[in-house]
């Protein structure tokens, strides 16, 4: 139940933003609205509200806007006609305005839910993949020395960090006891209030042991947090972050949908199914977790509504394009007949993405 809260939740939230931009966007260019639903399917409730119909519709499923002159009407005697005033009637970059609004919203809206999490948990897996610091750790520290052990025939005292180990520089616990138990001979540097010294011995004497034992405990490995972003600067680092990643996701899709048309399951897509797993770990992570996962899927609207397939928003784009450099537009029907092509290929895809996933629920 949970999950499915959650994952409504944010795809309504980041649906209705990215309507809701288009609406504005439409607004400032002079292009009427006639309806602006929160939700889809049967109408709830309905007001009129500066020339909008505003609606609040049953699904939870998102929401829409309907913009005059985005698509023809029936006129008097049958035919198709684009109407006198809106979408059709504006210039390519007003047209670009309009379209590129929902893109634009579900990216900051992202690049602002991102810059929250690594505002208020500085310390988050998010933070590192974004900008890469990662916690400093204390590093290796021998705690104790115990007697008659090599060790302490070596000199070794409570409180030496280990600074490099036979050649490994700042070596993990697990590094100082593997090559304590295979090297042929110590090379030791340590730091030892503020000072370097080194350590040499042939290895293994006879009184390490077997396996062979340097004679020592070592601290607690401690963990120094991440200084805190302002969050100014969190929303710079996740709106660079983004930026960095458009190329690469890109291609991720190109190779997303060959893959999958190909009859071949991609691990760079994730569909319908997927995305209700994520949003069900998401849920059981808590709020930074559904964050999170909210700023993502905000990138990934916004990315995938640029893209120049019609039916989308970058779809759209390209075809105003066309009709800019052709000096004329299309006949009533010949771009709506153009996005349904479009459209129909990505339910395609959907479907198909939404099989494969099914399918691995059930071998596993």
């Known amino acids: 139940m949970l999950t499915a809260v959650v994952f409504l939740l944010v795809l309504t939230v980041s649906v209705v933003v990215h309507e809701?931009?288009?609406?504005?966007?439409?607004?400032?260019?002079?292009?009427?609205?006639?309806?602006?639903?929160?939700g889809m399917g049967p109408v709830l409730l309905r007001k009129r509200w500066r020339g909008t119909e505003w609606r609040l519709s049953l699904l939870?499923?998102?929401?829409?806007?309907?913009?005059?002159?985005?698509?023809?009407?029936?006129?008097?005697?049958?035919?198709?006609?684009?109407?006198?005033?809106?979408?059709?009637?504006?210039?390519?970059?007003q047209k670009t305005w309009v379209l590129v609004g929902g893109?634009?919203?579900?990216?900051?809206?992202?690049?602002?839910?991102?810059?929250?999490?690594?505002?208020?948990?500085?310390?988050t897996a998010v933070r590192s993949l974004i900008t890469g610091e990662v916690p400093?750790?204390?590093?290796?520290?021998?705690?104790?020395?115990?007697?008659?052990?090599?060790a302490e025939a070596l000199g070794i005292e409570p409180g030496d960090r280990v600074l490099s180990f036979n050649g490994?520089?700042?070596?993990?616990?697990?590094?100082?006891?593997?090559?304590?138990?295979?090297?042929?001979?110590?090379?030791?540097?340590?730091?030892?209030?503020?000072?370097?010294?080194?350590?040499?011995?042939?290895w293994p004497p006879p009184d390490a042991g077997d396996p062979p034992r340097l004679g020592v405990t070592l601290a607690p490995v401690e963990i120094s947090p991440l200084p805190p972003l302002s969050f100014p600067e969190a929303a710079w680092r996740s709106a660079s972050f983004f930026v960095r990643i458009?190329?690469?996701?890109?291609?991720?899709?190109?190779?997303?949908?060959?893959?999958?048309?190909?009859?071949?399951?991609?691990?760079?897509?994730?569909?319908?199914?997927?995305?209700?797993?994520?949003?069900?770990?998401?849920?059981?992570?808590?709020?930074v977790a559904v964050?999170?996962?909210?700023?993502?899927?905000?990138?990934?609207?916004?990315?995938?509504?640029?893209?120049?397939?019609?039916?989308l928003d970058g779809g759209r784009i390209l075809l105003a394009a066309v009709v800019a450099l052709r000096g004329k537009p299309f006949k009533p029907g010949q771009e709506e007949f153009v996005n349904f092509l479009g459209l129909a290929f990505l339910v395609l895809f959907v479907v198909l993405i939404s099989f494969g996933e099914v399918g691995d629920l059930f071998r596993r």
């Open 136 to 150: 400093s750790e204390s590093g290796t520290v021998f705690q104790e020395v115990l007697p008659g052990t090599p």
């Open 291 to 311: 964050l999170t996962f909210a700023g993502l899927i905000n990138f990934s609207l916004a990315l995938f509504n640029a893209l120049p397939i019609p039916g």
């Open 103 to 123: 893109v634009i919203a579900n990216f900051i809206l992202a690049v602002l839910l991102l810059a929250t999490v690594m505002t208020v948990e500085p310390n």
């Open 168 to 202: 490994v520089a700042d070596p993990s616990r697990s590094e100082v006891q593997r090559l304590t138990r295979t090297a042929t001979s110590l090379e030791i540097v340590l730091e030892r209030g503020g000072e370097r010294l080194t350590v040499r011995s042939d």
């Open 20 to 38: 809701l931009a288009h609406y504005l966007n439409a607004r400032m260019v002079g292009v009427p609205v006639r309806a602006f639903s929160v």
């Open 60 to 93: 939870p499923l998102g929401g829409y806007v309907d913009l005059k002159g985005l698509a023809p009407e029936q006129a008097e005697d049958g035919t198709l006609r684009y109407p006198d005033e809106g979408f059709m009637q504006k210039s390519f970059l």
């Open 246 to 287: 458009v190329p690469e996701s890109v291609a991720g899709f190109a190779r997303g949908f060959g893959q999958t048309f190909a009859g071949q399951r991609s691990a760079e897509i994730v569909g319908p199914v997927g995305i209700v797993g994520i949003a069900g770990e998401a849920a059981r992570g808590g709020l």
